[in-house]
């Protein structure tokens, strides 16, 4: 007989987790386990990265998910390495071989042409991407052994740093930073690259260095996370105005807090701010700030937005005062 599972003992837990995802799980995957080890009631993310990509992944807990949907616009930074010669059918190293040619460019050809991609460019998406067409995934398309018509995409290439280069050799390839907009497709940007070339590529590796203002060296691992004792993991967790770097900050005293937060506007002498992060102080310490939720200011009004709950703001400063203490 098997033995009875043991049952999670959820808990309410507000913030960011910074994750550096591993290798060969999905984006979903990685934000369960997570919310496993620190026992979360609500968690989210702020946008996937492919199962054979690895690198930072903001997770999302508690009241930090009302605010998810800001990161997705974020600018993004990736590492990738183009294996040149080789095409496949996912345009990773994870489909088969369709075409193989000789690599015969110059490294001033690499050089050019890397160029040529810089700016804002249109993207055609992949049929193995998360992509939905009438209401399906494009890749349960190509599942099936289907292509369907896709609209290009227009996306701004930032900045691309050559970071290696090979020509010669068994296995001819690019290794490539790319900080780009979001919704850039690496794998489609990796192949493009490659008929540029004039000899097709792949990508045989992707991480995500950077994402808005989040850097995968203060990312933490399944493992390091897995680790470290239970207090000690929520200790991991960045406060939830962290995904707010863009916004202006305004304080309401104890009774301007409690009209904002029934969502009520305030007069005050604001100037106009499309983006505002709205605190209060903290009933059992005035001299400290808690988030109350976001806001835009127009004609003298600060006109809310999102708003965090009464009971959310209690448990982040219950959260708070347990790990003070």
């Not at 590492?79 to 496949?88: H, N």
């Not at 190509?142 to 900045?159: C, F, L, Q, S, Y």
């Not at 540029?196 to 203002?213: I, K, W």
Request: hydrophobic share 40%.
């Amino acid at each position: 007989m098997h033995a009875p599972r043991t049952r999670v003992q959820r808990r309410p837990v507000h913030g960011v987790l910074l994750l550096d995802k591993p290798l060969g799980l999905s984006s979903n995957q990685a934000l369960q386990k997570a919310k496993w080890l620190l026992r979360a009631e609500k968690a989210g993310h702020t946008g996937t990265l492919d199962p054979l990509a690895t690198g930072v992944l903001p997770l999302c807990f508690g009241a930090a998910t009302k605010f998810s949907q800001l990161h997705l616009d974020a600018d993004k930074v990736y590492e990738t390495t183009v294996r040149l010669g080789v095409r496949t059918a996912t345009a990773d190293a994870e489909g088969d071989v369709i075409d193989t040619r000789p690599v015969t460019c110059t490294p001033g050809q690499v050089v050019e042409v890397l160029d040529r991609f810089m700016g804002e460019i249109h993207q055609v998406p992949p049929m193995h991407s998360a992509l939905k067409k009438d209401g399906k995934a494009l890749y349960e398309y190509a599942r099936d052994g289907e292509t369907v018509e896709r609209e290009p995409r227009r996306v701004t290439i930032h900045a691309i740093e050559l970071l290696d280069m090979r020509l010669q050799g068994d296995a001819p390839h690019l290794t490539l930073r790319v900080a780009c907009s979001k919704g850039t497709y690496i794998r489609t940007l990796g192949e493009d690259i490659g008929e540029a070339l004039a000899c097709g590529g792949h990508l045989t590796a992707l991480r995500r260095v950077a994402t808005g203002p989040f850097d995968v060296a203060d990312a933490i691992t399944l493992d390091s996370l897995e680790a470290l004792g239970e207090s000690e993991r929520l200790d991991a967790l960045r406060p939830v105005e962290s995904l707010l770097p863009g916004h202006e900050r305004v304080m309401l005293d104890a009774e301007h807090a409690g009209r904002f937060l029934s969502g009520v506007r305030r007069r005050g002498d604001w100037p106009d701010q499309p983006h505002v992060a709205v605190f209060g102080p903290a009933p059992a310490d005035p001299q400290a700030a808690v988030l109350l939720g976001t806001a835009h200011t127009q004609g003298g009004e600060l006109i809310p937005g999102r708003l965090l709950s009464p009971t959310d703001i209690q448990q982040i400063l219950d959260l708070s005062e347990a790990q003070a203490s």
